[in-house]
């Protein structure tokens, strides 16, 4: 299904009263949506049975500045971390209910979508004027969201190598795998990642792996090891340094690893989303938060 974004149409009147300051920014805001929203993401299904297609309505709802039911499905215990819309259920439910223009310019995407528990991460597009590509992870209780982790960068259409940064598959497959698929996962951070093995790297790789990240440098080697192996003599633009592998999870054919590590000795939030086939990586997306 594709997810269906609704511009933000201004009124003759207000754009009679904009500056032209603010008109080139409505401008660039609506181009940032309409390019992103070209390519096919993940919607709600109509009848909500999980805590996932949950997660998805919520963000279908603040897309469509569908306040009320928004705001229902938020507990009032509710707290998050790095959102751009608060840190608290007064702040956010103040921020739906908001008739400001700058408010209406937020367009979430979602384009991976995995839960395990009653926790839910999602793999998104934040449109906008600064686009964002985010990975949060939802916490429920009670069919309600008590907690909200956001982690995001600067939005990057292509790497370096000159591919999409967000698009690949998107579909859920292979459910039953989750426990080996997590493994295999788990597996493969710690002897390549952490302990930086790079003769590991083969072992749980498909031969038509694919990498989205804006961290891989074009000018360097095409290996795995240019993303993940630690080498201070390397000569590639990206050297990250895995320390520490904070939490796992997934479902079905998606991983997500949640990191503690360097990037250029600045320390980082690594959020790694690979997807597996044939009991192999087959792609991977990361988002690195500052």
């Given at each position: 299904?594709?997810?269906?974004?609704?511009?933000?149409?201004?009124?003759?009147?207000?754009?009679?009263?904009?500056?032209?300051?603010?008109?080139?920014?409505?401008?660039?805001?609506?181009?940032?949506?309409?390019?992103?929203?070209?390519?096919?993401?993940?919607?709600?299904?109509?009848?909500?049975?999980?805590?996932?297609?949950?997660?998805?309505?919520?963000?279908?709802?603040?897309?469509?500045?569908?306040?009320?039911?928004?705001?229902?499905?938020?507990?009032?215990?509710?707290?998050?971390?790095?959102?751009?819309?608060?840190?608290?259920?007064?702040?956010?439910?103040?921020?739906?209910?908001?008739?400001?223009?700058?408010?209406?310019?937020?367009?979430?995407?979602?384009?991976?979508?995995?839960?395990?528990?009653?926790?839910?991460?999602?793999?998104?597009?934040?449109?906008?004027?600064?686009?964002?590509?985010?990975?949060?992870?939802?916490?429920?209780?009670?069919?309600?969201?008590?907690?909200?982790?956001?982690?995001?960068?600067?939005?990057?259409?292509?790497?370096s190598k000159g591919i999409p940064t967000m698009e690949g598959q998107s579909k859920t497959l292979e459910v039953n795998k989750t426990g080996l698929y997590l493994g295999i996962v788990k597996s493969f951070m710690k002897k390549v990642a952490i302990d930086n093995s790079p003769n590991d790297i083969l072992e749980g790789v498909n031969d038509d792996y694919l990498d989205h990240s804006a961290y891989v440098d074009g000018a360097g080697s095409t290996s795995l090891e240019n993303r993940f192996v630690y080498d201070e003599n390397s000569k590639t633009a990206f050297k990250f340094d895995y320390h520490k592998m904070e939490r796992i999870q997934g479902e079905g054919n998606f991983v997500l690893v949640e990191s503690k590590a360097t990037l250029n000795s600045e320390d980082v939030t690594v959020l790694d989303l690979f997807r597996l086939n044939r009991n192999r990586i087959s792609e991977h997306w990361d988002v690195v938060s500052k």
């Open positions: 299904m594709k997810f269906i974004v609704i511009s933000v149409i201004l009124s003759a009147s207000l754009i009679g009263c904009a500056s032209s300051d603010s008109s080139s920014e409505n401008n660039e805001t609506n181009h940032s949506i309409q390019k992103i929203s070209a390519s096919q993401g993940l919607s709600a299904p109509k009848e909500l049975v999980n805590n996932k297609d949950r997660a998805l309505a919520f963000y279908e709802l603040i897309s469509n500045r569908d306040a009320g039911p928004a705001v229902n499905m938020i507990s009032s215990e509710l707290k998050m971390s790095n959102w751009p819309m608060g840190s608290k259920y007064s702040e956010l439910k103040h921020f739906l209910k908001a008739q400001a223009s700058e408010n209406s310019k937020i367009r979430i995407k979602p384009l991976r979508a995995g839960q395990m528990g009653n926790s839910v991460f999602v793999h998104s597009i934040y449109a906008g004027l600064n686009s964002t590509s985010a990975i949060d992870i939802l916490t429920f209780e009670k069919g309600k969201i008590v907690n909200i982790e956001h982690y995001s960068e600067t939005y990057q259409e292509k790497n």
